[in-house]
């Protein structure tokens, strides 16, 4: 690295004073709901997201959008530097929360030790990193520092598995020198390691038959995947990090008719590629009382388990003398269960760092809360690391 980073003193003091306009920001993005599957919401939402970029960091060199079909749709916005380097930031503007959901929504209290602490759909997963994200450009701009080219990526369907995000993430990321990803932190600490998910769909195929009048003749689905998912379970093995979880399950047509046909929608999560071929294995071998029932499973593998790589290393290494400097407390970095579009980058052997976003808790559930205090903190990080890429990432 040869470019001068800004003053860490000045960006920390910048994202002090701007602070309230920071969360004001993330206000904004959380009143516009945005569930994976409300198509209308999330077109609204990734304009209203694209406004604030724009109203923020001015218009951008260069932008896209990727219809996403079934999904919604992926926005990249390239703001040129004025060094070499390249970086992506990127975040999702959806959220696990349908529409309607913000209605009923309280506001927690102060936490036990009485830090304040805003909650919201999407607040915390993670529309609190979109906002962080762009003002850590403007902040970083405003000191004056050299920068490295900056592309945003804003997905709309990271919750339901990147379906038509994940070819414009990895096209990007072999672009880039480096690649945040604005997922929350795991309670302050980056995230360099993440399961990997499978999304399997399985399908139970019987005989329909009268319930009352002639239930020999028939085959129950419903029962066949009974018997499957119970053995489904035995196949996790939580010390090797792997997890089964039979999520969703629907099946039959009246309830006086042996079920023809069942589904199940199988959430699994793996630590390793070894594993991943054993649950494909084992899941494969599984067998159900009643022969003429036949159980088909679509090995759907949705993003591939993420670990700390060669790549990897030398950029939470500057992200840890970044957060030394502005004089907060050693940057740690961590293991989680959850999955992200740094997979998909950290599989392809490149340099990214997960987590860079919101500090508080509560993902995916009811009375998820950030904790305001956190957000200069958290955009000044950012807006330092941007500095030290200036120019292309050595290690």
């Known amino acids: 690295m040869t470019a001068s980073p800004a003053p860490t003193a000045t960006l920390t003091t910048r994202a002090q004073d701007a602070s309230s306009r920071i969360v004001d920001d993330i206000l904004t993005l959380v009143r516009h709901e945005t569930g994976s599957y409300d198509l209308p919401a999330l077109a609204t939402g990734l304009d209203l997201l694209r406004e604030l970029t724009v109203e923020r960091l001015g218009r ?37 929360w349908p529409t309607g959901t913000l209605a009923g929504w309280e506001q927690p209290g102060a936490s036990e030790d009485g830090r304040a602490r805003l909650s919201g759909p999407g607040i915390f997963d993670m529309k609190t990193g979109l906002a962080q994200g762009i003002w850590a450009l403007k902040l970083a701009r405003e000191s004056g520092a050299p920068l490295p080219t900056v592309t945003f990526l804003f997905n709309g369907d990271e919750e339901i598995g990147s379906l038509s995000s994940r070819p414009v993430i990895e096209e990007l990321a072999r672009k880039v020198d480096a690649t945040l990803v604005l997922e929350p932190s795991a309670h302050g600490a980056v995230k360099t390691a993440r399961k990997g998910t499978g999304i399997f769909q399985v399908t139970a195929t019987g005989v329909e038959s009268h319930a009352g009048l002639a239930p020999q003749d028939g085959a129950s689905a419903i029962t066949a995947l009974s018997e499957f998912v119970v053995a489904a379970a035995d196949v996790a093995a939580p010390e090797r990090g792997t997890t089964i979880n039979t999520g969703l399950i629907k099946g039959g047509s009246a309830i ?134 200036a120019e292309p990432l050595r290690g």
């Not at 293991?335 to 950290?346: P, T």
């Open 60 to 96: 951008p060199d260069h932008e896209q959008r990727h219809p996403g079909g079934e999904c919604g749709d992926t926005l990249t916005l390239t703001y040129a530097g004025s060094d070499a380097g390249h970086v992506a930031l990127i975040g999702h503007y959806d959220t696990v």
């Open 256 to 389: 006086n008719v042996v079920a023809g046909q069942a589904t199940a929608g199988v959430d699994i999560r793996v630590s390793s590629a070894a594993e991943q071929d054993r649950v494909d294995a084992e899941l494969d071998a599984i067998k159900v009382s009643d022969p003429r029932v036949r159980i088909d499973i679509d090995h759907a593998w949705n993003r591939p388990p993420m670990t700390l790589n060669a790549a990897s290393a030398p950029l939470l290494d500057l992200a840890r003398e970044v957060a030394r400097e502005q004089g907060g407390a050693p940057l740690r970095d961590t293991a989680v269960g959850g999955a992200s579009d740094a997979n998909f980058v950290a599989a392809l052997g490149l340099p990214v760092l997960c987590g860079m976003g919101a500090v508080g808790d509560g993902a995916h559930a009811q009375g998820e809360f950030i904790y305001p205090d956190t957000v200069p903190g958290q955009t000044a990080l950012v807006a330092g690391l941007l500095g030290r890429l």
